[in-house]
Structure formats: structure tokens, C-alpha cells
């Protein structure tokens, strides 16, 4: 007999955690190195946002008219063509989780070895990939509580910073929050765009929950919810926790560095208040890795229930947990944090999920033409579709011509997919 599904908070919380990881503790130095307008930083937040939710709202969409685990691996297979779909699942399984998984437990390491240097950052990303892979492994019930419990305490933590740090900083930074004369030339450059796919980074994983459809309590009625409510708490949480960097640490301090949060929360309460705060936010990752390895193997999972070459990734557990998948998508994260170059795998990632977020919004006009029941309904429609469509085609377009090793490498994962789908659907 399978465990219950997975309730809406759990879903929330897979949403939350997924979303709030490497991306809000790295991400800002590299935006201070494209421009240093604080009102800027806030705009490249809260455009983030706003696009997020777009997605979001049309994903609900989807999830909720096709209600299958798999994420996009399912609405591209539903909607244009099972090949469309399989390449798809191949950069969720090789980019979409295992990649984010790796970074986030680099990151992790990262932060705990700048406290501890005797700590191989590497040996703790690594243990801690195995730990949460076993955890998930076992069952649904002590997945999903893991996953509250870390989620709630992260969410609580990141608050508690931004009040502690905002009252024990001795001196707030003397920063203009208004919008200068040549911000708005800035709007247009390839430098925002850039940044902007930084920040995309950061908000990826608010489609999470729909990796999850299968296994949630009335997915149709609940996944809307889950995805717009997890992703509008995140906007909230980011824009926060970035001002307040902003605000304890200085700006050349921040600029270029990973670690930006062990930076501001130095700059706020000195060597050993900002140690402690360092672990604090080193152990946030551990949700972030956890929620990866909980939903990405479900990608794995369908693929294998589809396709006979790859049968043995659908099998499941007494308990309806894909065990392989799991150890799959973990040996992978392992692989990739030995091998990894951070900012070089943070924006192909970013450029090819990119590719998978944008062919499933456009699937939204096309399963509205279909004529299949749709239990809910975009708001605004069309608006949030064509704002998050026009948005991403122009962030591509321009890391296409910023950084075109790292789109290089987005097309060859692509390619990949595509050529291990002929050989399969050949052979099988």
C-alpha cells in the first residue's frame, strides 16, 4: 500500500526550498560587477519576481489540466511531440536538478570551509548529497516531513538575519535608492540581461511542485496555489534579504564574491557573530539539496515508465519511491561537484532551463486551441504568458552574445537528448 501523497504544504515547501538556495547567497556579487545602482539591484529582483510568477501562473495552468508528475518532461510530451518531451527530462535529470543540486552543495561547502578551513568544501558537498539521497529513499512520510521542517526553519532564519543584521550593523551603508539618470539606459544593455539571468537562476524552482502532480493531495485543485503562493513568498524574501546586503555590507566588499552572504553578515556583526551567521546559512542549503533530490528523480522516473532503454529508472519502492532515480540523479550531482565551474555551469544551466521553461509557456496558447479541460485558468491571460515569452526570448538573445561558450554547451546537452532519443525510440 503506497504512503499518502504529498499535502499542499509539503508541495509549498518543496516550491520554497527548491527557489531559495544558491542562487540569493551567490548571485549579487556578480551583479555589482555589471553595475553598482542599488535601485537597479532592487528592479533586477523584483523583475526576477514578477517573471517567476508569470511562469508560475501559467504552469498552474498546465499541472492542473495535465496532472502527471514530470514537470515539463509531461506538458512538452502532451502537447508537441514525445521527443520534445524526452529532451526535456534529459536536461531536467542532466541540468535541472543535478546541476543546481551540485552548486547548492558546493555552495554549502563553501561557506562551511571559509568558517572552518579545515573542512574540504568538497568532502561536505558530497556528504551531503549522499545524506539527503539516503533520507528520500526511504519513504514519503519522513520525505515530506524532512522537507517542512528544513523549509520552515530556512524561511524563519532568513528573516531573523535581515532583522539582527539591519539592528547589530553599526553603520548602515550611505546608499541612493532612487533611480539615477543613466539607470534607464541601463534597462536596454546586455549587462542587465545578463544579471537578469543571474537573478533567473536564483527564482528557479518555482515550478517545482509540478514534478511532484502525481503524488500530491488534489493536485488539481491545490497545485495553483502551492506555485503561486511559494513563489510570491519568495519574491517577498528575496527582495528583503538583498537589500539588507546591501545595506550592512559595502559595495566593493560584495562585488565579485560568492560568499555574500558570510560578507554581510561580517560587515553586521563582526569575525565571530559573522562565523555563526556563516554556518546559519551554510545549513540553508541543506533544505535547498534536499527539496533537488527530492523532485528531480520523479523526472527520471516517468522517463522510465515511457521509455523501455531507460525502464529501470521507473521502478519504485513499497512505498512508491523511485529509489534508482534517486541514486541516478545523486551520482550525477557527485560527478558534476568534481568537476564543476561555478559562474560557467550557473549560466548554461540557466540558458537551457530557459529553453524548457519558455516551449512549456508557449504550450499554454496551444493547449488553450486543443480544446482540453483546463480546471484553472491564467489571470490576465494573455498578459502573464507574453511578459514572461518576451522577457526570456531577450535575456537569451543577449547571453547568446555575451557568453557564447555557455550557450554552446546548453545546445550540446540539447543535442545529446535528441540523438539519445532516436537510438532508443529505434531500438525499442
Given at each position: 500500500?503506497?504512503?499518502?501523497?504529498?499535502?499542499?504544504?509539503?508541495?509549498?515547501?518543496?516550491?520554497?526550498?527548491?527557489?531559495?538556495?544558491?542562487?540569493?547567497?551567490?548571485?549579487?556579487?556578480?551583479?555589482?560587477?555589471?553595475?553598482?545602482?542599488p535601485?537597479?539591484?532592487?528592479?533586477?529582483?523584483?523583475?526576477?519576481?514578477?517573471?517567476?510568477?508569470?511562469?508560475?501562473?501559467?504552469?498552474?495552468?498546465?499541472?492542473?489540466?495535465?496532472?502527471?508528475s514530470?514537470?515539463?518532461y509531461?506538458?512538452?510530451?502532451?502537447?508537441?511531440?514525445?521527443?520534445?518531451?524526452?529532451?526535456?527530462?534529459?536536461?531536467?535529470?542532466?541540468?535541472?536538478?543535478?546541476?543546481?543540486?551540485?552548486?547548492?552543495?558546493?555552495?554549502?561547502?563553501?561557506?562551511?570551509?571559509?568558517?572552518?578551513?579545515?573542512?574540504?568544501?568538497?568532502?561536505a558537498?558530497?556528504?551531503?548529497?549522499?545524506?539527503?539521497?539516503?533520507?528520500?529513499a526511504?519513504?514519503?512520510?519522513?520525505?515530506?516531513?524532512?522537507?517542512?521542517?528544513f523549509?520552515?526553519?530556512?524561511?524563519?532564519?532568513?528573516?531573523?538575519?535581515?532583522?539582527?543584521?539591519?539592528?547589530?550593523a553599526?553603520?548602515?551603508?550611505?546608499?541612493?535608492?532612487?533611480?539615477?539618470?543613466?539607470?534607464?539606459?541601463?534597462?536596454t544593455?546586455?549587462?542587465?540581461?545578463?544579471?537578469?539571468?543571474?537573478?533567473?537562476?536564483?527564482?528557479?524552482?518555482?515550478?517545482?511542485?509540478?514534478?511532484?502532480?502525481?503524488?500530491?493531495e488534489?493536485?488539481?485543485?491545490?497545485?495553483?496555489?502551492?506555485?503561486?503562493?511559494?513563489?510570491?513568498?519568495?519574491?517577498?524574501?528575496?527582495?528583503?534579504?538583498?537589500?539588507?546586503?546591501?545595506?550592512?555590507?559595502?559595495?566593493?566588499?560584495?562585488?565579485g564574491k560568492?560568499?555574500?552572504?558570510?560578507?554581510?553578515?561580517?560587515?553586521?556583526?563582526?569575525?565571530?557573530?559573522?562565523?555563526?551567521?556563516?554556518i546559519?546559512?551554510?545549513?540553508?542549503?541543506?533544505?535547498?539539496?534536499?527539496?533537488?533530490?527530492?523532485?528531480?528523480?520523479?523526472?527520471?522516473q516517468?522517463?522510465?515508465?515511457?521509455?523501455?532503454?531507460?525502464?529501470?529508472?521507473?521502478?519504485v519502492?513499497?512505498?512508491?519511491?523511485?529509489?534508482?532515480?534517486?541514486?541516478?540523479?545523486?551520482?550525477?550531482?557527485?560527478?558534476?561537484?568534481?568537476?564543476?565551474?561555478?559562474?560557467?555551469?550557473?549560466?548554461?544551466?540557466?540558458?537551457?532551463?530557459?529553453?524548457?521553461?519558455?516551449?512549456?509557456?508557449?504550450?499554454?496558447?496551444?493547449?488553450?486551441?486543443?480544446?482540453?479541460?483546463?480546471?484553472?485558468?491564467?489571470?490576465?491571460?494573455?498578459?502573464?504568458?507574453?511578459?514572461?515569452?518576451?522577457?526570456?526570448?531577450?535575456?537569451?538573445?543577449?547571453?547568446?552574445?555575451?557568453?557564447?561558450?555557455?550557450?554552446?554547451?546548453?545546445?550540446?546537452?540539447?543535442?545529446?537528448?535528441?540523438?539519445?532519443?532516436?537510438?532508443?525510440?529505434?531500438?525499442?
Amino acid at each position: 500500500m503506497s504512503s499518502p501523497g504529498f499535502s499542499p504544504l509539503a508541495a509549498t515547501s518543496v516550491v520554497v526550498a527548491n527557489m531559495i538556495g544558491t542562487g540569493v547567497f551567490t548571485s549579487l556579487g556578480f551583479q555589482l560587477l555589471e553595475f553598482q545602482s542599488p535601485a537597479l539591484i532592487m528592479l533586477l529582483w523584483v523583475l526576477g519576481g514578477v517573471l517567476a510568477l508569470c511562469g508560475a501562473l501559467c504552469y498552474a495552468e498546465l499541472g492542473a489540466a495535465l496532472p502527471r508528475s514530470g514537470g515539463e518532461y509531461n506538458f512538452l510530451t502532451e502537447i508537441y511531440h514525445p521527443a520534445a518531451g524526452f529532451v526535456s527530462g534529459w536536461i531536467s535529470a542532466t541540468i535541472g536538478f543535478a546541476a543546481p543540486t551540485a552548486l547548492a552543495a558546493i555552495t554549502f561547502g563553501a561557506y562551511l570551509s571559509a568558517v572552518f578551513p579545515n573542512v574540504s568544501p568538497t568532502i561536505a558537498a558530497s556528504v551531503l548529497i549522499v545524506a539527503a539521497g539516503i533520507v528520500h529513499a526511504t519513504n514519503r512520510r519522513t520525505s515530506s516531513g524532512m522537507q517542512v521542517v528544513f523549509t520552515m526553519l530556512k524561511v524563519a532564519l532568513i528573516v531573523l538575519f535581515c532583522v539582527a543584521a539591519l539592528a547589530q550593523a553599526q553603520l548602515l551603508q550611505p546608499l541612493d535608492w532612487s533611480f539615477r539618470a543613466d539607470d534607464a539606459a541601463q534597462l536596454t544593455s546586455a549587462g542587465f540581461a545578463v544579471s537578469l539571468i543571474y537573478v533567473n537562476y536564483a527564482y528557479t524552482g518555482w515550478n517545482a511542485a509540478t514534478y511532484l502532480s502525481s503524488e500530491m493531495e488534489r493536485p488539481q485543485k491545490s497545485l495553483p496555489l502551492v506555485l503561486a503562493g511559494g513563489t510570491a513568498l519568495v519574491m517577498g524574501l528575496y527582495v528583503v534579504l538583498n537589500a539588507v546586503f546591501l545595506a550592512v555590507a559595502p559595495i566593493d566588499a560584495l562585488a565579485g564574491k560568492v560568499e555574500v552572504g558570510h560578507v554581510a553578515a561580517l560587515a553586521a556583526f563582526g569575525e565571530t557573530g559573522g562565523n555563526i551567521m556563516g554556518i546559519v546559512l551554510a545549513l540553508l542549503l541543506i533544505s535547498t539539496v534536499s527539496a533537488m533530490v527530492l523532485a528531480g528523480p520523479r523526472v527520471l522516473q516517468v522517463v522510465g515508465e515511457d521509455f523501455s532503454a531507460l525502464g529501470f529508472l521507473g521502478k519504485v519502492n513499497k512505498g512508491g519511491v523511485p529509489v534508482r532515480a534517486i541514486a541516478v540523479q545523486c551520482a550525477i550531482s557527485l560527478v558534476l561537484v568534481l568537476t564543476a565551474t561555478f559562474d560557467a555551469v550557473l549560466l548554461f544551466a540557466g540558458f537551457t532551463l530557459a529553453l524548457n521553461t519558455l516551449a512549456a509557456v508557449v504550450g499554454v496558447f496551444i493547449l488553450r486551441r486543443s480544446g482540453v479541460q483546463r480546471p484553472f485558468s491564467v489571470p490576465l491571460y494573455p498578459l502573464p504568458p507574453i511578459i514572461f515569452i518576451g522577457i526570456t526570448l531577450v535575456t537569451m538573445i543577449h547571453l547568446a552574445t555575451e557568453r557564447p561558450v555557455e550557450v554552446f554547451w546548453g545546445a550540446v546537452i540539447v543535442a545529446s537528448g535528441a540523438l539519445f532519443y532516436w537510438f532508443a525510440s529505434r531500438r525499442y
